[in-house]
C-alpha cells in the first residue's frame, strides 16, 4: 500500500536524534565508573528481546551480590522504582549539567539517606511497589559517592548491575557504551548463525516459503529466488574474555555493491520499543525463538530514527542473473564481520496470496465481529503495515465456558492494546470476578487482565493475536510458610506464594495487626520481612497474618503465633 508514497520517504536520508536540549557527549561527560572492579558485560544496548530492545549495559558482578554501587556524575536522585519485576530496586539520578540520567537496576539495597525516605512512604502507602520521585535538592548525590549495592533482584537473570544513560530531554535510552568503551577490551567480531532468504511476492528456491543456510557449505551456496525477496540473518556479538552473546549494534546488507538496508542501534524510544519485533522475522521468534534480523521495513516504519533504506528494504529478482549480496556487522570497537552471498534470479511462477479474511488497513480503527459474537477493536495505528484478518472458533475443551477464538495470526507483530470481547457459552457462577481470559497458545493458558459484561461477555485489553477463551478461576493462591521454626531467631519471616491460573492481584502482611512490608520476590514467589525494631516493637508473641488475593478474587489467609 502506498507504495509510491513510501518510496519517497524511504529514499531521504535519515538524520540523527534530534533533541531540545543535546546531552553531553561522551568526552564531555566522561563519566565514573558504576563499578570498582575489571568491567565485563553480560549484555549490552540495543539487544533484541522479548517485545522490547535492551535499554543500557548489564554489568557482571563476579557472580556475587552487595558490591558497592557508586554514582557516575553529580546529580540528584530523581525517582525510585520497586517492584518484585522489572529493574527489582532502581535508583534514577538526573543529571542537569550533563543533560542525562543514569538508571541503576536489580540493586539489592539503597543507602540510608536514599533508603530512608523510600521506606518512609513505602509504609505510608503500606505497599511494598513503589514508584516515585523526588525533588532537585531532596537527595543529592556526587560524582564518586555510594548509593547503593548490586542484587539480582525483579526479572534478573542472575546477579549484575543494569545501567542506562537516557537523555533527560527526550527520555530516550542512550547507548551508554560510547561512555565505558575505553574500560572494556573487545577483539571478536559478531558471530553468524545463519543467513536466509524470505519471499514476500516471490518464491525461493522453488517454494513459496523461507530457505534457511545455516551452515558455512549452505552459506557458500546460492540462493535461487523470483519475485520481491528479503534477506534476513542471524548473528550475535561477541567480547574478550567472556562467552556471552550481545546484540549486533551496526548492520548493513549491500546488493551489487549498492546500499540497500543500514541500521544503527545507538538509542531508544521507550514508546516504540515494542517495534524490536520488526527487525526481526516475527513468526520465526513466535514459532522456533528463532531471531532472524530482516532487512524488510513495515509499512508504518516505526523505527526510521535507527534505519535508513531504499524502499521497504526487499529486492526484485526479475532477472536471470547472479545477485551479489553483502551482510556487514559491526560492533562498537571497530570488529567486523562480511558475509557474502549470491541469489540466483531463477523465473518462476508466483503463486497467488492465500488467506481468507478481511484487509486491515495499518492506520485506520476497525471493529471486525464474528458470527458467534467474539469481537475486536484494533485502534489505529495498533498495527504496523496492512493485513489480511479473521476470527475463527472452535468448540470449548474440558474446563472452558466459551468457545475457543483465534483472533488474528499469532505471527503479526501487535504496536498497541486491542480490546477483545468473547461471548461466554453458559453463565453458570453468581461471582463473575471468577471469570478469566486467557490465551491458550501455549502449552498454559496465560491469564488476561479482563472484566465480565452484563449479557454474558468477557472483555480485555491484549497485545498480541492468537486464540483466546474463558475458563472459571475459583482455586485460592497457594500459601506456604518457609522455616517457620527459624522466623524468631533469625529474625526474618518468609513465606512462598503462587497462583495457577489468574495470578496474584495483591498481597497483605501484618503482625500483631500492624501492617509489615512484605518484600516480594517475582522470580521465586518468595515473600520475607526482616524484622524492623524502629517499627515492630519487641514482644514474646508475635501474631502474623497474611492475606493473598488473586486476579479473580480468591483469597487464602495464613496465620502463625511465633
Known amino acids: 500500500m502506498n507504495r509510491i508514497l513510501r518510496a519517497v520517504a524511504a529514499s531521504m536520508v535519515v538524520t540523527a536524534l534530534l533533541t531540545n536540549a543535546q546531552p553531553k557527549s561522551p568526552s564531555e561527560a566522561n563519566l565514573r565508573v558504576p ?50 519485576w522489572g529493574f527489582g530496586r532502581a535508583i534514577y539520578v538526573t543529571h542537569p549539567e550533563l543533560g542525562l540520567v543514569t538508571v541503576y537496576g536489580h540493586l539489592q539495597s539503597f543507602i540510608d539517606k536514599i533508603d530512608k525516605p523510600v521506606r518512609d512512604r513505602q509504609y505510608e502507602a503500606e505497599s511494598f511497589r513503589i514508584d516515585t520521585e523526588f525533588a532537585p535538592g531532596e537527595i543529592e548525590v556526587k560524582r564518586g559517592e555510594l548509593i547503593a549495592h548490586s542484587g539480582n533482584a525483579g526479572s534478573s537473570g542472575g546477579p549484575h548491575l543494569h545501567m542506562d544513560v537516557r537523555d533527560a530531554s527526550t527520555e530516550y535510552a542512550l547507548d551508554p557504551m560510547p561512555y565505558y568503551r575505553r574500560y572494556l577490551k573487545d577483539e571478536i567480531a559478531p558471530e553468524v548463525r545463519g543467513i536466509a532468504l524470505y519471499p514476500r511476492e516471490g518464491v525461493v528456491d522453488g517454494k513459496a516459503r523461507p530457505s534457511y543456510h545455516i551452515t558455512k557449505v549452505d552459506m557458500a551456496k546460492p540462493f535461487t529466488a523470483w519475485g520481491r525477496v528479503s534477506p534476513a540473518i542471524k548473528a550475535y556479538d561477541k567480547m574478550t574474555g567472556t562467552t556471552n552473546i550481545y546484540g549486533i549494534k551496526y ?8 546500499t540497500l538496508y543500514h541500521r544503527v542501534i545507538d538509542h531508544s524510544d521507550f514508546n516504540r520499543t515494542r517495534a524490536v519485533n520488526t527487525l526481526v522475522e516475527f513468526g520465526d521468534v513466535v514459532d522456533s525463538n528463532s531471531w532472524y534480523m530482516t532487512t524488510y521495513i ?10 535508513s533504506a531504499k524502499g521497504d528494504g526487499t529486492i526484485d529478482i526479475d532477472t536471470e542473473r547472479d545477485y551479489k549480496l553483502k551482510f556487514i556487522l559491526r560492533d562498537d570497537h571497530g570488529n567486523k564481520t562480511v558475509v557474502p552471498f549470491t541469489i540466483k534470479g531463477k523465473r518462476s511462477e508466483i503463486p497467488a496470496p492465500v488467506g481468507d479474511g478481511e484487509l486491515i488497513i495499518y492506520d485506520r480503527q476497525y471493529t471486525v465481529t464474528n458470527d458467534n459474537g467474539a469481537s475486536i477493536t484494533i485502534p489505529a495505528g495498533a498495527l504496523y503495515e496492512d493485513c489480511i484478518f479473521s476470527i475463527t472458533d472452535s468448540q470449548p475443551l474440558t474446563g472452558e465456558i466459551s468457545r475457543r477464538y483465534k483472533i488474528g495470526d499469532k505471527h503479526v507483530p501487535v504496536a498497541s492494546d486491542l480490546t477483545i470481547t468473547l461471548p461466554l457459552e453458559s453463565d453458570p457462577i453468581v461471582d463473575k470476578q471468577k471469570y478469566t481470559l486467557v490465551r491458550v497458545d501455549g502449552k498454559t493458558p496465560s491469564a488476561v487482565n479482563s472484566t465480565y459484561k452484563i449479557g454474558g461477555e468477557m472483555t480485555a485489553k491484549v497485545n498480541r493475536f492468537g486464540t483466546y477463551t474463558v475458563m472459571i478461576d475459583s482455586v485460592p493462591p497457594t500459601v506456604s510458610p518457609v522455616n517457620i521454626d527459624k522466623w524468631r531467631t533469625q529474625g526474618r519471616v518468609t513465606v512462598k506464594i503462587s497462583d495457577k ?57 495464613l496465620e502463625r503465633i511465633f
Open 35 to 84: 563499578l570498582d572492579i575489571p568491567l565485563t558485560l553480560s549484555g549490552n544496548f540495543g539487544e533484541l528481546r522479548t517485545n522490547h530492545f535492551h535499554s543500557g549495559l548489564d554489568f557482571k558482578t563476579q557472580g556475587r551480590t552487595g558490591l558497592p554501587i557508586y554514582c557516575v556524575a553529580d546529580g540528584y536522585v530523581s525517582r525510585i522504582v520497586v517492584s518484585p
Open 251 to 258: 548492520m548493513t546488507l549491500l546488493v551489487d555493491g549498492d
Open 298 to 307: 513495515p509499512e508504518s516504519q516505526p523505527l526510521s530514527d535507527i534505519i
Open 501 to 557: 491460573l489468574s495470578g496474584i492481584a495483591e498481597y497483605r502482611g501484618e503482625i500483631n495487626g500492624k501492617w509489615i512490608m512484605l518484600e516480594l520476590d517475582g522470580k521465586t514467589g518468595t515473600l520475607s520481612y526482616k524484622f524492623d525494631p524502629a517499627r515492630l516493637p519487641k514482644a514474646n508473641r508475635y501474631q502474623f497474618k497474611l492475606t493473598v488475593t488473586d486476579q479473580a478474587g480468591n483469597i487464602s489467609v
